[in-house]
């Protein structure tokens, strides 16, 4: 039997920690929580886990400087975030931050449980594209989630790596938002296109020379997109 895999939960109300608690152990996961923003780190650090569920609000630190902190000790472990929050922006600066995916409040255990089953399948799969590749002027890392761009690096999020990987596998070619939307997000993840579209336009700005005019990441009209390295 392989390892079980273990989910730290930082999280502070009680009866979220509890239903995750139930449902995680349920399907197989050793679970670690922490109440407190210092104390989850503090066990990240302890334990480095395969994955962490993160809640925005916290009663010490907010959870966006979590999020960074834990992306300062580990690069590539999925970090999903919980909001309550819906808008737009929140949820941008959470992957900003570095988190891989969010859910926002109240939230259904299975969709947390298909989320965190999703992340670990892409985590598994093998790489069929070289370690890093350039695009334009930009040299990606697949394996280690960054983007240099004249000499300037940042990190990606976990769909954005995964995004670029699908079309850099297929570079050349179109690929459509439903293959992208089921194989970067899942079936079960239940995307939109706009989830596609978002990303697209946020790869655009840190990758092409000229956001507005794509010499890269091309838009198929009424299908897709399809990356010219
Ligand atoms: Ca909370």
């Not at 995750?20 to 679970?31: K, Y």
């Not at 970090?79 to 959470?94: P, V, W, Y």
């Not at 293959?179 to 989830?195: C, D, F, Q």
Request: charged share 25%; aromatic share 6%; proline share 5%.
């Amino acid at each position: 039997m392989a390892p079980k895999k273990t989910i730290l939960i930082i999280e502070d109300e009680p009866h979220i920690v509890l239903g995750l608690r139930d449902s995680l152990e349920f399907e197989g996961f050793r679970v670690l929580s922490a109440g407190k923003g210092r104390e989850g780190i503090a066990l990240a650090r302890a334990e480095n886990p395969d994955a962490i569920v993160l809640d925005l609000m916290l009663p010490d630190i907010n959870g966006y400087a979590v999020c960074e902190e834990l992306r300062r000790l580990n690069a590539v472990v999925p970090i999903l975030m919980l909001t309550a929050r819906s808008q737009e922006m929140d949820k941008i600066r959470g992957l900003d931050a570095g988190a891989d995916d969010y859910v926002t409040k109240p939230f259904s255990v299975n969709e947390l449980i298909a989320r965190m089953r999703a992340i670990f399948r892409r985590a598994a799969r093998q790489p069929g594209t070289p370690e890093v590749m350039a695009i334009g002027e930009a040299q990606v890392s697949f394996t280690a989630h960054t983007l240099v761009v004249r000499g300037h690096e940042q990190q990606l999020s976990f769909y954005e790596v995964e995004l670029l990987r699908l079309l850099a596998e297929r570079a050349g070619q179109p690929v459509s938002r439903d293959e992208i939307l089921s194989k970067v997000w899942g079936l079960e993840a239940g995307p939109t296109n706009r989830t596609v579209d978002n990303f697209i336009v946020k790869l655009r700005k840190k990758i092409e020379l000229h956001a507005e005019k794509p010499q890269h990441i091309l838009t198929v009209y009424g299908f897709g997109y399809k990356l010219v390295p």
